[in-house]
């Protein structure tokens, strides 16, 4: 019951300040970027995000995806307000872990003010935490997490094998017909994982791959957008392939993209007609109610020609309910395909995404 009365309390105070007349800076092309400095926080743009995606296994072989995510994002108010109790930025949190064995996915998430050495997200290098849950980049160049949740907890090391995928025009990846509807985006795919996973009482020590995502935008979506399809995939040879449509109301595309990084290191930037997801099987949530094609086909035109991608989930019982957090309800699960792994991410089939 506290959380909940500081998640109310926190949207209060974000509800209720007063708003101040200022523009969010805006994306645009061209933009240069500088490690480590980026994997640190942007705290002028409206939302950001340090996401990190994973497939692992134990002893017995057996897959266990994971999900660690914190979100930053500036309202609007005063920065320039000297109270330390101004809502300037918020941090949200969530964490997940897809083990078929257990069926259903299980998750946790919090959400707080900045401030207070309760929770943050330093500039010039990764370091977000809300409070013990910490995501940092160490001086060795690897990125750990710990997280003690509801039931599980993670304590893992991710190693970078290649370096930063930019995505879409050097880093500036569109999202809408608009050029403003942008985000600046790159990838760390490819990671090595090695670490702990542990499930109730059962600690499994485990090995796999991940995949971080960095965005940060003051504009994600066109107004016409209701949410996205958004895969990230690992594969055995050391491609990596990222993808994703911005979905209309009517299911249709209104956006497309996405890149393909070769194994032998070259990149293939995939423009709206590269790209095409369709759906293949639809599960419906008995929790919520909400039918998501968990399930898709994926084919992307490349140079030399098609290729076509089955997305399978491990299991389809991958639904998120993070409104406890301020987080919509959203299907984000680990799928395998030929050759590889992922995830894959379906936002807005509850609800309109707003961001």
């Not at 094609?293 to 991608?309: C, D, H, M, N, Y």
């Amino acid at each position: 019951m506290s959380d909940l009365r500081n998640l109310l309390a926190l949207a209060a105070l974000v509800t209720t300040a007063a708003t101040v007349p200022f523009a969010y800076p805006v994306v645009s092309p061209g933009r240069s970027f500088t490690f480590p400095a980026d994997h640190g926080a942007h705290p002028d743009y409206r939302t950001e995000w340090w996401y990190v995606t994973g497939m692992a296994s134990g002893a017995d072989g057996k897959p266990i995806g994971f999900q660690v995510t914190f979100f930053r994002t500036r309202p609007a108010v005063d920065q320039a307000n000297p109270s330390a109790f101004a809502a300037k930025q918020v941090m949200f949190a969530h964490v997940a872990v897809s083990d078929p064995a257990q069926g259903r996915i299980v998750h946790d998430e919090r959400a707080a003010r900045a401030g207070f050495g309760l929770a943050g997200a330093r500039v010039g290098d990764a370091d977000v935490n809300i409070r013990d849950w910490r995501l940092v980049r160490r001086a060795d160049g690897r990125f750990t997490t710990r997280i003690e949740a509801k039931g599980f907890a993670l304590d893992l090391v991710f190693t970078p094998v290649q370096a930063a995928l930019l995505q879409g025009r050097g880093g500036y990846s569109r999202k809408g017909p608009n050029p403003a509807e942008a985000s600046y985006y790159y990838s760390l795919p490819q990671m090595r994982v090695a670490g702990l996973i542990s499930l109730g009482s059962v600690k499994r020590q485990v090995t796999g791959t991940a995949w971080l995502d960095r965005e940060w935008s003051s504009n994600y979506l066109n107004p016409a957008a209701v949410g996205w399809d958004w895969t990230g995939l690992n594969f055995a040879d050391g491609a990596a392939l990222m993808a994703f449509r911005i979905r209309r109301k009517d299911g249709s595309t209104l956006w497309a993209g996405g890149s393909y990084r070769r194994a032998t290191g070259a990149v293939v930037a995939l423009a709206p007609r590269d790209v095409v997801l369709a759906p293949l099987r639809r599960w419906t949530s008995p929790r919520t109610g909400t039918s998501y094609p968990v399930a898709q086909s994926l084919t992307i035109r490349l140079p030399e020609g098609i290729r076509r991608f089955v997305l399978t989930p491990i299991m389809v019982d991958q639904e998120l309910d993070a409104r406890r957090s301020g987080l919509p309800i959203y299907w984000e699960g680990a799928v395998t395909t030929q050759g590889g792994s992922g995830y894959l991410e379906l936002t807005g089939y509850a609800a309109p995404m707003k961001m």
